[in-house]
């Protein structure tokens, strides 16, 4: 592997985990890195007037974050293959290819199979700096795998199986069959309001705001920039 491509692992490695933490909701269990590493894509990205007015960040902010970015790997952008190298090596324990896989799904945000500067600059933007509900709606894309608007049992079950893979079974010493059911049933016994079998994004954030636990990592994940 080239030094840049060592580099770049290493950068999107912190920051991949901070993310799983979000979305796994481990997050309030732990200390964040204090220091988000940044340095992870790089190729010439969008105007940077054009991020600015779709992101949270300042010029300032962008141009650092690019700068890094350029100066980590100046060739890249991250592909679906990267992303499973880096997940596999922080969960060594467990299989952490499926979640990887979803996760980098909702990172593409543009769907061409790779994630370059503008899609983590707006994912950063999000999680960090957005507001509860575009978080939120962020997290319901990632469990939406079809992207058809719904949750559905299928959909969560994948996403339940996938992180308790990516644990692995030292995490989860003696999981039985039954527990990812119980799981997806206790999600759609919160999140289905309407009990019609499926959850919306309107269920999801009014779900998700009555309870503590998830409003809490939320806000912890702000505070990490
Ligand atoms: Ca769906
Ligand atoms: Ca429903």
Redesign the pocket.
């Given at each position: 592997m080239s030094g840049c491509a060592r580099r770049c692992k290493h950068g999107l490695v912190k920051f991949a985990l901070s993310v799983s933490k979000l979305v796994t909701g481990t997050l309030i269990k732990d200390k964040v890195d204090d220091d988000l590493e940044l340095s992870v894509v790089c190729h010439r990205p969008e105007g940077l007037e054009k991020l600015e007015a779709q992101t949270n960040f300042s010029k300032k902010e962008l141009q650092v974050l690019y700068r890094g970015f350029k100066n980590e790997c100046p060739s890249g952008v991250v592909n679906e293959e990267m992303f499973k190298q880096i997940y596999s090596q922080f969960f060594p324990h467990g299989d952490a290819s499926t979640y990887a896989h979803y996760l980098f799904n909702a990172f593409d945000s543009s769907h061409n199979g790779s994630i370059k500067f503008e899609d983590f600059v707006r994912a950063l933007s999000i999680l960090l700096r957005g507001t509860t509900t575009e978080k939120l709606q962020w997290t319901f894309n990632l469990y939406d795998i079809n992207r058809d608007g719904y949750i559905n049992k299928e959909e969560m079950t994948d996403i339940v199986k996938a992180i308790y893979d990516m644990m692995g079974r030292f995490t989860y010493p003696a999981l039985k069959t039954d527990t990812t059911k119980q799981h997806v049933d206790a999600f759609f016994q919160k999140m289905?309001?309407?009990?019609?079998?499926?959850?919306?994004l309107d269920?999801f954030i009014l779900s998700c705001q009555e309870d503590e636990n998830i409003m809490r990592s939320l806000q912890l994940f702000e505070n990490v920039i």
């Open positions: 289905d309001k309407n009990r019609d079998g499926v959850v919306t269920e």
